[in-house]
């Protein structure tokens, strides 16, 4: 059986800060880490990989990673993220030695 959850007020008490405050953070909206954008852009995109921006474009300009352009505005599909990774792991050879 699940426990009710606290109220704000109890639990902003627990952790010794102004209720407010809590509120205020819990409110804020946070795209960054955005799991339903279905289009990144160039720094988000590296981010999720974990790589810098300048090697995402390389990829890009290969044709490694798929891209559009909406306007002036460079978008990586979530999904080109996923493909291109796993297209890396296949192609990975995991038995060579270094």
Do not use: H
Not at 52 to 69: D, F, H, M, N, P
Not at 74 to 88: H, N, Y
Request: glycine share 6%; with cysteine.
């Amino acid at each position: 059986m699940s426990q009710p959850a606290l109220p704000i007020s109890q639990i902003a008490q627990l952790l010794d800060v102004p209720e407010d405050a809590l509120r205020t953070l819990m409110s804020e909206r946070r795209t960054a880490g955005d799991t339903t954008l279905v289009a990144l852009t160039v720094a988000e995109a590296a981010r999720r990989i974990g790589i810098g921006r300048t090697k995402l474009y390389e990829y890009v300009t290969s044709g490694e990673i798929r891209s559009v352009k909406i306007g002036s505005l460079r978008r990586i599909p979530a999904e080109a993220i996923e493909e291109f990774l796993a297209c890396r792991y296949r192609t990975t050879d995991f038995g060579a030695a270094a």
